[in-house]
């Protein structure tokens, strides 16, 4: 236990042997903490808080539900020449991943493009963690899941949508992906539990109370239901990704995951869609002459003084693993009471 | 000829000769004539009459450039067995994606997921219109294209991002399909020439000066910079539209393509991506019980008072046709112009 009010520096290792033995003395078996620990280490080191370290504790919280399999080892089906489908069976989706990406990668590079279906896993991570591996493999790729009914469609008053985020990535040669992942709400859910938590007012726009009238009050908002980026817009992609990762992969959308959840708040038991596309095979050969052209865009962004949207995460990952990271001092002793001895 | 200040009524066959007749009057071979006429007279009916007959004095100006092919024979080829190409050759897109739409459909069902590229096309027309085509086929659809460059990355200040369209469709059975089509831009353009003409001040948010600078002055946002819609969000999506639709596909992307247009301001060269999924093969067999989960989705968005994307539009569709359609005296006027006899 440390000083609450004082942050820990903690080397990736050491982050990463503290969240490996955090899941592993809560039931997870070697291979499911392993690739946990991975993940909640990379939101960390990139500085992305919400998706790292402290999703240790929801993590917990969800394998003590009794809910989430610790040890499911998942079952890869070949549906098609595009298509794989990979029954998580409870377990979380890294695993599931794991096992997928491979066929993922080979079908698309046979196929031009092709589709990884997850099902039946508990989701807590960052999308861009999956299309940047598979960027890294090179493919350009999209990922979509729902998530737990929060946010109103644009123009009704309840709660419907999740915060369905959607990822994409694009494969550079010699550099990072270009990468992008956002949530299709205004705004994330634990910014308004911030709020809530400051008593601090919200920005227009961000919610509506259990009425459907705009709320700047983050309680009533919580009670109400979030609003989607974009207008109508974004609300229209989010109807999207509740289809597609939906009932397209014969698995639950938000308001359907949040029934199941029935008051447990764990983490979102649903599908994920990946789509990836190889770029060798739409030019019919090298697509070296493409990637350089990307480079183009690319570098028009940042020529006229814009940011590419993982610029501050690719950053962050580099101090990081010079530095060390800090970990808040509280979060720090929630997670080291989580871990069972 | 007549009165500019009076609408003119026309049914939908009438529409549809009018507009035949003035492309095939401007050098287009029966077949292109007959699906560009199509396109623009389904945008006129469903009232979107940024792409419906307006459009014909852009065909009109395009074909006269000399750039455009009115007989361009498309060149299907299969290049996977998840991807077609078409090779537009210089025509406009409709003929290109009515020659690759039977193999995207017959690939997505055998594959789960496929792709159509198609290639060196002049294209103005509205993506809804090839998405609801596709669902009415039982296949999911995702469209986009790129444009020409009007729109200044989030954070940026000069145009690089055309206005590129991202278009959905699910398919309903008995039903029209829930179908979206958006530009990635906050306004049209045509809306900042409106404001232009009529003197009128722009809302904050739309566009930028030519320093970068916020402005409401129609005249100089045109000489700036429009804004992408969800500020980072809406962008970043942009970003990737200009990705998949170009250099992936080997094709321009929407700077590229404004400066090919160099100042002849005809519709842009470019390729367009279409993405189909297929419900039943994702299945593993027949996809009813998921289309009716999607439906309870729909059903939860029109119960809480909120309204579909195309709603409008299929009532409109409904109104034109048993009633025809109002088209603007002046608009009619100059479509008559621009008649070769």
């Known amino acids: 236990m440390t000083n609450p009010s004082q942050p820990v520096r903690l080397s990736i290792a050491e982050a990463y042997q503290l969240s490996y033995e955090v899941l592993l003395s809560n039931g997870m078996n070697a291979r499911h903490a392993a690739a946990v620990a991975k993940s909640v280490v990379a939101g960390q080191h990139d ?18 539900s009794g809910r989430v399999s610790g040890e499911a080892v998942p079952e890869v089906r070949d549906v098609a020449p595009g298509l794989v489908r990979v029954d998580a069976r409870s377990g979380f989706s890294q695993v599931a ?70 990822a994409f990535a694009w494969p550079r040669r010699a550099k990072h992906p270009f990468v992008f992942d956002f949530a299709t709400s205004v705004a994330a859910r634990g910014e308004i539990e911030l709020a809530a938590r400051k008593d601090q007012q919200l920005p227009d726009g961000w919610a509506v109370d259990c009425n459907g009238n705009p709320t700047n009050d983050p309680q009533a ?16 992609l989010s109807a999207m990704i509740e289809l597609l ?18 008051g447990n708040e764990i983490a979102p038991l649903h599908g994920e869609l990946v789509i990836a596309f190889a770029p060798d095979t739409f030019a019919g050969g090298s697509a070296d002459g493409n990637y350089e052209r990307a480079e183009l865009l690319l570098d028009h962004i940042v020529g006229q003084g814009a940011r590419l949207p993982s610029q501050r995460r690719f950053a962050a990952r580099i101090r990081s693993f010079k530095e060390g990271m800090l970990l808040d001092g509280a979060l720090y002793n929630e997670i080291i009471c989580a871990l069972r001895v």
């Open 221 to 236: 908002a919580l009670g109400g239901a979030m609003l989607p980026f974009g207008e109508h817009k974004g609300s229209a």
């Open 47 to 64: 500085e992305c808080h919400s998706h790292g370290m402290y999703r240790l504790l929801l993590c917990v919280k969800s394998m003590r």
């Open 97 to 166: 991943f794991d096992e997928g990406a491979p066929a993922l990668l080979r079908k698309a590079r046979e196929c031009g493009v092709a589709a990884l279906s997850i099902n039946n896993c508990y989701h807590f991570s960052a999308l861009w963690q999956e299309v940047e591996a598979l960027a890294e493999q090179g493919v350009a790729a999209i990922a979509m899941t729902p998530s737990h009914a929060n946010v109103a469609p644009a123009g009704g008053t309840k709660p419907l949508f999740g915060t369905n985020p959607f």
């Open 245 to 262: 990762a939906g009932p397209l992969l014969g698995d639950l959308m938000s308001f359907e995951s949040l029934q199941v959840d029935n």
